[in-house]
């Protein structure tokens, strides 16, 4: 069982919420077209990326 990427907690495997990270590289005004992906091997819980993306702390409670 891997940890998160993004938090300590464990990530259970079998979960349909999971995040790969993957990197690329674009090009142009737009930035689309990405090419030479590479997987990182790491994984993040769904609730992570998206606290991630709100600029919250993925460790932190919310706060309602």
């Known amino acids: 069982m ?4 993004l ?10 919420d999971i995040y790969e990270e993957v990197t ?9 077209g990405a090419v030479l992906r590479q997987h990182t ?3 993040a819980h769904g609730d992570c990326v998206r606290k991630k993306q709100e600029g919250q702390a993925p460790g932190q409670e919310p706060l309602f």
């Open 24 to 32: 690329s590289w674009v090009h142009g005004a737009k930035k689309d």
């Open 2 to 5: 891997a940890t998160c990427a």
């Open 7 to 16: 938090c300590p907690n464990k990530l259970n495997n079998g979960d349909d």
């Open 41 to 43: 091997g790491n994984f």
